[in-house]
Nanobody, 122 residues
């Protein structure tokens, strides 16, 4: 019954911004880390950002200073504000939820969103 529904993807020019949302339902995720992976064509899925239940954040080096992750536990929702977008940010972005924190092993993720396409034109 757990469902993660993503929204906010789309096409944007380099330097522009997008805000991704992931709304979870079925249970509370206060004790879970919530985050975002992305996967570009021909590449491995990589962790972009996460925020733990305690509010600690972590970002991939490639997005530090440009992306901001936040969560609203009352709404069971995690957000990813993406600024100064670059063509190399183009990928399918997946919301992910994992107990405790999101580690390097994607098979440990408890729940996945369906993915939303982000395309950044040059």
């Amino acid at each position: 019954q757990v469902q993660l529904v993503e929204s906010g993807g789309g096409l944007v020019q380099a330097g522009g911004s997008l805000r991704l949302s992931c709304a979870a339902s079925g249970r509370s995720f206060r004790n879970y880390a919530m985050g975002w992976f992305r996967q570009a064509p021909g590449k491995q899925r990589e962790l972009v950002a996460q925020i733990t239940g305690g509010g600690s954040t972590n970002y991939a080096d490639s997005v530090k200073g440009r992306f901001t992750i936040s969560r609203d536990n009352a709404k069971n929702t995690v957000y990813l504000q993406m600024n100064s977008l670059k063509p190399e940010d183009t990928a399918v972005y997946y919301c992910a939820v994992e107990w405790g924190y999101i580690g390097v092993f994607t098979d440990r993720v408890d729940y996945w969103g369906q993915g939303t396409q982000v395309t950044v034109s040059s």
